[in-house]
């Protein structure tokens, strides 16, 4: 089964937690302490993988989580940082987190990589926190939360050559004749319900890797019928095959069916039309093909060439590889540089967020949220009464307490904080 979106769960490891430890060695008086700081979370990367061209692993495996960072030690020894979780994508990815819609990564390359969720920091150990005034302190912090976020795998496939079409024109059949791709055939519409690649080589040596595209109808870019889902990869391709029934076996007008196609093809996307197009004039084995591409020559307004094949008797195959391979050698295979040209840096104002928020419940609860204070209260360990006290200080530093005395907060009043409460003291 061919998958080509799919939504993911990912979780980058926690931060290791930090230790509360003395120095306990002989012959040292006074020692001091000698907790060592957490390792850090894995990250989760995911990696092109060349040999993958589908995301079916995707399928069965919708929760991706790299391992926690170790706890520090003793005699300030650092745990040990945790190994990314790497995960092997097919070439033409693209990941978009759900929640903004933006985009966080594009994968087009072997071995190229991206960090899409960032490992937490190891916790501080409690030697790192001794000062003159207090120089053994009794806490310690936890690690740092990792990212955790939602995702939308896209796969856009990277062929050279793509094969547009209405259904049944005979693109499955074109493909499987010039390549060793097997595609299902079958004498009804729709027959091909996901994209077939295929490696085309030319009786001169030449190679390209050609996808077979599920047939698109009018109104495609909107929506209907089975070509939708599959516009997408019509994006990666560097040269588009469009292949037409010029017998008109269907009863439709081939040249209406050339103008109905591009059309969709414009509608989703303006830029594909700036990409080569062959015309393949298939099914010319057919009684009135001769006589229809006299008219469909005539018509044509645009300079694209057009060559008249049969897929069945194998005709014309070999001149219409030529001209795709003669195209692609034409084209840059990396996109071309821009002219490097004087630019200026805009700086967009990007208003700051706050480091709480305060709500009240139907119970009369105050809740506080926020990233920031969720973050700290998660790096908390609530174990250790100096660590409780700490925080206390952090949140007073905040001005949390004075917002909630603006908000009303008075001695005894409930406070809640993700699944825990406290009780507000003056």
Do not use: C, W
């Not at 069965?60 to 650092?78: L, T, V």
């Not at 009786?203 to 089975?226: C, K, Q, T």
């Not at 660590?387 to 005894?412: H, N, P, S, T």
């Amino acid at each position: 089964m061919f998958v080509d979106q799919v939504s993911v769960y990912i979780k980058a490891g926690d931060g290791g937690n930090g230790l509360v430890a003395y120095r306990r060695e002989k012959y040292v008086p006074k020692g001091g302490p000698a907790g060592g700081d957490g390792g850090n979370g894995g990250d989760v990367i995911f990696e092109v993988d060349e040999g993958l061209n589908t995301l079916m692993d995707f399928r069965y495996n919708r929760h991706f989580k790299a391992k926690r960072g170790e706890n520090g030690m003793s005699k300030n020894q650092h745990g040990k940082n945790a190994t990314p979780l790497v995960v092997p994508v097919p070439p033409g990815t693209t990941v978009v987190d759900e929640e903004t819609n933006e985009i966080i990564a594009d994968l087009t390359h072997h071995k190229q990589q991206a960090i899409i969720a960032h490992g937490g920091r190891g916790g501080r150990g409690n030697s790192r926190f001794a000062t003159p005034r207090n120089p053994a302190p009794e806490f310690a912090e936890n690690g740092e939360p990792g990212q955790e976020r939602n995702i939308k795998v896209e796969l856009k496939l990277i062929a050279d050559v793509g094969l547009v079409g209405f259904p049944s024109v005979g693109k499955s059949t074109f493909i499987s004749v010039v390549s060793a791709a097997k595609p299902k055939i079958a004498d009804y519409h729709f027959t091909t319900l996901s994209p077939n690649l295929g490696v085309v080589d030319t009786s001169d040596h030449r190679s390209f890797v050609m996808a077979d595209l599920p047939g698109l109808i009018e109104g495609a870019h909107s929506g209907v019928g089975l070509g939708h889902q599959f516009l997408r990869h019509v994006e990666r391709t560097r040269v588009i095959v469009h292949v037409i029934d010029m017998a008109g076996t269907e009863g439709r007008d081939p040249y209406d069916d050339f103008v109905k196609i591009n059309q969709e093809l414009k509608e989703y996307d303006n830029k594909l039309m700036d990409r080569p197009q062959i015309i393949a004039a298939n099914k010319m084995d057919m009684p009135g093909a001769e006589e229809n591409i006299k008219i469909f020559k005539d018509k044509l307004t645009e300079d694209y060439p057009v060559y008249p094949i049969s897929s069945l008797t194998k005709e014309g195959l070999r001149d219409i590889l030529f001209g795709i391979a003669d195209t692609l050698e034409k084209i840059p295979k990396v996109a071309p540089k821009v002219e490097e040209t004087e630019e200026e840096v805009v700086y967009r104002y990007q208003r700051p967020q706050a480091s709480f928020d305060i709500s009240r419940d139907d119970d009369g609860a105050f809740v506080l949220s926020g990233i920031k204070i969720e973050k700290l209260f998660k790096m908390t360990d609530f174990n250790r009464d100096e660590a409780v006290q700490r925080f206390a200080r952090q949140l007073r530093g905040m001005g949390v307490d004075e917002e909630l005395r603006k908000r009303g907060a008075k001695d005894g009043d409930t406070i809640r904080l993700l699944d825990y409460e406290f009780e507000f003291i003056e």
